[in-house]
């Protein structure tokens, strides 16, 4: 159980495009979900939490307007890289909770290589 | 300070060894501890949840958290090559967000 699915799973774009990532649970309805970023040889960061029907919450440092979150339903939410630029080259991963709260601990996707060229 | 510490490594160890993992904090909040394995390129597996101090096992994985001293150990026994990976602790307080560790690389050589 607690399977987190990604897709795709590493994307090359030219600078300038926009780029759609899906993030889905598998087996469980997941209320919260979460996206980071994780550069080579570094820890994830934590870009934003994104919850069911409402506004994603953004972590300091991060463009709402560049990296769009949608959480349409209970095992669906995206994250939309607009205009991007080779600066956005990154891994970009996805969780989502199971339950409704941090108790449950977070599951997360196989990730999403993104190549801006 | 970082609110997570964790040695980076590379930590190398022959197969059949016992691995210990550790990491401190900062915030004495932190409730809920938890350790993520994460293979290259991919994402990061939960392996072990704790709340709260005490131990818990699971096969070849010990997850150890000492509160007062704001410290947690992950002990993997008869350690194996396919046990080579980065190892990421992760711990939040009364919320959903996570706080990591920048991760330890181990090696377990043949």
């Known amino acids: 159980g607690a399977v987190v699915s990604q897709h795709p799973s590493w994307v090359i774009c030219k600078s300038g495009t926009s780029v759609k990532i899906e993030c889905r649970s598998l087996?469980?309805?997941?209320?919260?979900m979460f996206w980071y970023r994780q550069f080579p040889k570094q820890s994830l960061m934590l870009m934003a939490t994104?919850?069911?029907?409402?506004?994603?919450?953004?972590e300091q440092g991060v463009e709402k307007d560049k990296f769009l979150i949608n959480h349409a339903s209970l095992t669906l939410s995206t994250l939309t890289v607009t205009s991007a630029h080779p600066e956005d080259s990154s891994f970009y991963i996805c969780?989502?909770?199971?339950?409704?709260?941090?108790?449950?601990?977070?599951?997360f996707g196989p990730g999403t290589r993104l190549t801006v060229l | 300070q970082k609110e997570v510490e964790q040695d980076p490594g590379p930590l190398s160890v022959p197969e059949g060894a016992i691995v210990s993992l550790n990491c401190t904090y900062s915030?004495?909040?932190?409730?809920?501890f938890m350790w993520y394995r994460q293979y290259s390129r991919k994402g990061p597996e939960l392996l072990m949840y704790?709340?709260?101090?005490g131990n818990k096992e699971d096969g070849r994985f010990t997850a150890q958290v000492d509160k007062s001293s704001k410290y947690i150990s992950l002990f993997i026994r008869d350690s194996q090559p396919s046990d080579s990976a980065t190892y990421l602790c992760?711990?939040?307080?009364?919320?959903?967000?996570?706080?990591f560790g920048t991760g330890t690389r181990l090696q377990v050589f043949p």
């Open positions: 969780s989502a909770q199971q339950g409704t709260s941090g108790r449950s601990g977070q599951f």
């Open positions: 994104s919850n069911e029907g409402s506004k994603a919450t953004y």
């Open positions: 087996d469980f309805q997941a209320t919260t």
């Open positions: 915030n004495s909040a932190f409730q809920y």
């Open positions: 992760a711990m939040s307080a009364n919320t959903d967000k996570l706080i």
């Open positions: 704790t709340y709260s101090s």
